[in-house]
């Protein structure tokens, strides 16, 4: 598709930067016994199955931007230092337990000048590595709510820095601006994009309406968004191409895979008749 080529001609040349945590995801598979009648607690059985460990986090959007770009660095934490192990019902997928470890070393602060690249992705998922950087104006930015940092790894924590583009979600836009939000109407996105952000490229992704983007004058809906950005592609193809690259991980289980070009055009081929 002609849209996607043109990307992919595009980024072929770009210096990438992903700045952020990587985070080990672990997956224990057990089957449920039911729940015990003296403690009220829930009873698995171990299968016996080694554990699966898959590195995400800001490791994920490296592998999932390597593929399309002409150089990509990654500033990180150890792997190991942060873990996530999820107990995962062997016969649904369901998730049942999941245990956190948080152990950044100390460390000295990392000085990033995004002058010596052309995308800087600062990916800020509030477990600490990203308190340890300094970074100049004109990178972009995400910015996650979990349940371990609810409420306290707001974006407007960058507010005194100018990004070229923020994505969040519905529920991080509503900590933002102190209320909930169902949809994301144009008084909403207006609200969000004036509303201690400093950036030049708001993305909101909603789930049932897809993406919204604005760029403070225009409002588009639509259902790589940095890279795109960074690029300064058509509207279209800013919309278009990270919902396909989204829609396209929900073929796996979490990170087991990454996207690529041959992936990215042949789910395009197949979604977008």
């Known amino acids: 598709m002609n849209i996607i080529s043109d990307f992919i001609n595009k980024a072929k040349h770009a210096k990438v930067l992903v700045v952020g945590e990587t985070i080990t995801d672990e997956f224990i598979k057990v089957v449920y016994q039911g729940q015990s009648m003296k403690s009220f607690c829930p009873v698995f059985q171990l299968t016996g199955e080694p554990a699966e460990q898959q590195m995400g986090g800001s490791y994920a959007i490296f592998r999932h931007l390597k593929d399309f770009v002409g150089k990509i660095d990654l500033i990180s934490n150890e792997p190991g230092e942060i873990v996530k192990t999820r107990y995962i019902d062997t016969h649904n997928g369901a998730k049942h337990l999941e245990f956190n470890k948080f ?149 796996w289980l979490c990170n087991e895979n990454n996207v690529n070009p041959d992936n990215l055009i042949a789910h395009a081929n197949k979604h977008l008749q």
């Open 103 to 251: 152990d950044l070393k100390k460390r000295e602060k990392y000085k990033i000048d995004v002058s010596q690249y052309d995308v800087v992705i600062v990916a800020d998922f509030g477990h600490g590595f990203c308190d340890h950087i300094e970074i100049n104006d004109g990178f972009h930015l995400m910015c996650q709510t979990n349940s371990h940092n609810f409420g306290f790894n707001r974006i407007s924590k960058w507010k005194n820095k100018k990004k070229k583009s923020i994505c969040i979600d519905l529920r991080e836009a509503s900590l933002q601006i102190n209320h909930r939000i169902d949809e994301c109407s144009d008084a909403i996105m207006n609200e969000l994009y004036n509303y201690e952000l400093h950036t030049e490229e708001l993305f909101v992704t909603t789930g049932k309406q897809g993406s919204v983007f604005t760029d403070g004058k225009n409002i588009h809906f639509f259902g790589f968004s940095a890279l795109c950005s960074a690029l300064k592609v058509p509207v279209a193809q800013k919309m278009i191409i990270p919902s396909l690259a989204a829609s396209l991980t929900t073929t």
